[in-house]
């Protein structure tokens, strides 16, 4: 029988099939683990005196509440309150009681959960992915089936490496035409969203299709998988093909094997479909308080959308006179070298405008030692963007970074809710591309002009 | 182990008829720094409660008493966002036990379930008529799937795995316990 992606790679993680009473239970493949969402999850093994079951199949790494700026002259690392210092520390120890690995401070590998991943290759077509952590869905961009999770099921999968799932229904998402070289990735994950709504994709698992999906790179896809859940879906997936296979060589340091059976059969029936034509999607900006708020840069804010008062815009406004304050590049949606790159090319030779505050903040180490060794750091500080340690930053604000009230910051990253980047604060969220042009220019700006 | 059951409640409301409310708004992100799960009852929608000063606000949440009324009413697109178990942590610190829409997101789904706090979903024109009316009371029962308010009497549907696991308090974590050697087969045929 023909099968969707998703169909096959649920089915070769299926430990028993679901019944009426009981969902499946599902193997996981490879689980991730911050500092944020595992402590209550290891109180719960410790209370019942359960050991993590398969370490070699979890990985922990420290990235949201970790601060951006470097130690200070005592060695210490400007924690924004004990609380966030305890909860690294607690990781620490939790991760040394049970022998699962951890990507610590210092550690050269260490990184947003997210980037890390893929780019250490440990995540892999065909697996199942989890975290505690909604944008899991990025590890989709290789063909797995990963999601987010809550803590209690964190504790589930540290005791026993699996899950109690139903299974979701699927939705194919093709991408017809092919779009401008000033769309990236980001645009179209945003259009999608603008099209379909928060909710659009409540209970599904996506699959991205189309020309235009297969000329992206694997970074761009990644950033697509990872705003899945800004539609409401559980996660997101692209058939592997010789982009991510090569990618992946580059990881390992060898020729990985090849999965040649991880696509959708052709006759294979999807519960929903829509289609998207990339060829007329433009630079997109968001202008309310949720993500399907999205806009052409170029365009006027609409009339009748919640959040626009919170954002201090009127119907009608051009969103290239809006000013900004603050800039944001960095986050597992947009901290990827390939991100940083575009970056640097529209603030070649340019400035950050007079009063603008730009933040750039590397997705892992190794993210910063390649943009440093390509001079890309140089460049930034050079234009008058601040350059960070790697970590979450500004894209949840809960390691100190974050905005002022009143500020309107744009910002790569995931989510433009009320108070996200800190009180008060209003966010837009862009490409790589369109925030640097915002950061030259002072107010949004269609990156065309830049290029 | 067992967790906290769930059968039936009867209780008044509390309408948030705001659309989309995110797990952002339900608790703020620099609340996640905690390493517990209690004490989370001022950070439940800390910044719609709290000034930036900590004066507290009128807002219908702090002048309402939670403890009658444990039934949340919000808008459509109830907790979208992301995976944070502490947002239904946090609204059963305040006191709430169940809340109403007419979707609300996956993952604050699943995770409430797992905790004791009901998610139900009602169609448009029930909703509607529950913002209409804010501090009604209704019964629900868990076992007949039934919330009764003035003369409506709706029905909703819940997973029944999960359904089960809230009637008889028992933890699905248990259940994947039980099933290691099923799990362990499946790794050893695996590799
Ligand atoms: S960068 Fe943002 S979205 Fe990604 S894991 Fe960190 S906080 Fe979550």
């Known amino acids: 029988m023909a099968k969707t992606l998703f169909e096959k790679v649920w089915e070769r993680n299926l430990v028993t099939q679901e019944t009426d009473e009981r969902p499946a239970i599902l193997h996981i493949s490879l689980h991730l683990v911050h500092e944020v969402t595992s402590p209550q999850a290891f109180t719960v093994l410790r209370e019942r005196g359960v050991k993590v079951r398969r370490p070699d199949l979890t990985l922990a790494t420290i990235d949201h509440s970790v601060p951006t700026l470097p130690a200070g002259p005592s060695g210490e690392l400007p924690y924004v309150t004990d609380a966030a210092r305890n909860q690294v520390e607690t990781l620490r120890k939790n991760c040394a009681e049970h022998g699962v690995p951890l990507l610590d401070l210092g550690d050269d590998r260490r990184g947003i959960v997210h980037v890390v991943g893929p780019e250490l290759g440990r995540t892999r077509p065909g697996m199942t992915v989890v975290c505690g952590d909604s944008h899991t869905s990025t590890h989709g961009a290789f063909g797995a089936l990963a999601f987010g999770i809550g803590t209690t099921e964190v504790g589930h999968v540290l005791a026993t490496q699996s899950l109690l799932q139903r299974r979701p229904k699927t939705m194919r998402v093709n991408f017809v035409g092919t779009p401008s070289d000033t769309v990236t990735g980001k645009d179209l994950a945003l259009a999608m969203i603008a099209k379909i709504g928060t909710q659009g994709g409540t209970g599904y698992v996506l699959e991205y299709t189309g020309e235009s999906i297969r000329a992206l790179s694997m970074e761009g896809r990644m950033t697509l998988c990872n705003m899945s859940i800004e539609a409401g879906a559980r996660a997101g997936m692209i058939a592997p093909d010789e982009t991510t296979w090569s990618y992946l060589d580059g990881a390992a340091g060898e020729s990985v094997s090849r999965d040649d059976n991880l696509f959708t059969d052709e006759d294979a029936i999807f519960d929903a479909e829509i289609e998207i034509d990339a060829s007329a999607v433009k630079p997109m900006v968001t202008f309310g308080t949720a993500p399907d708020a999205a806009i052409a840069a170029s365009a006027s804010v609409p009339a009748g959308v919640e959040g626009i008062d919170y954002m201090d815009l009127e119907e009608g406004q051009e969103l290239t006179s809006v000013a900004v304050t603050t800039v944001f590049v960095g986050s597992c949606t947009n901290g990827r070298l390939e991100d940083l790159r575009a970056v640097g090319k529209v603030l070649g030779g340019r400035k950050v405008a007079d009063g603008v505050k730009m933040l750039i903040v590397p997705g892992s180490e190794q993210v910063k030692r390649d943009a440093e060794s390509e001079g890309l750091h140089s460049l930034f500080l050079e234009a008058g963007a601040e350059w960070r340690e790697p970590g979450c930053s500004m894209c949840i604000a809960m390691n100190g970074d974050r905005g002022q009230p009143g500020d309107l910051v744009v910002s790569t990253s995931n989510r433009n809710f009320k108070g996200r980047q800190g009180e008060g604060v209003r966010t837009v969220l862009a490409s790589p591309l369109t925030a640097a042009a915002s950061a030259v220019a002072g107010h949004i700006a269609d990156p065309g002009e830049y290029l | ?191």
């Open chain 2, 1 to 191: 182990m067992s967790i906290e059951a769930f059968t039936s409640l009867t209780s008044r409301t509390v309408v948030l008829p705001e659309e989309n409310i995110d797990t952002d708004q339900i608790i703020p992100a620099r609340f996640l720094t905690t390493t517990g799960r209690d004490s989370l009852a001022d950070a439940c929608f800390h910044d719609w409660r709290f000034e930036a000063s900590g004066k507290m606000t009128d807002h219908t949440l702090n002048t309402t008493d939670i403890s009658s009324h444990k039934i949340l009413v919000a808008g459509n697109n109830f907790g979208c966002g992301s995976s944070r178990e502490h947002a239904p942590w946090a609204l059963m610190a305040l006191g709430f036990r169940a809340v109403i829409s007419t979707e609300i997101a996956d993952i604050f789904r699943s995770n409430s379930l797992k905790n004791g706090l009901l998610p139900v979903i009602v169609p448009p024109e029930v909703l509607a008529d529950l913002h209409e009316q804010p501090g009604v009371e209704i019964s629900i029962d868990l076992d007949a799937e039934e919330l009764r308010f003035g003369n409506h009497v709706v029905s909703f549907s819940t997973e029944p795995f999960a359904r089960r696991c809230l009637l008889d308090g028992q933890d699905s974590l248990d259940v994947l316990l039980s099933a290691v050697p099923d799990i362990e087969a499946f790794e050893g045929a695996q590799s």
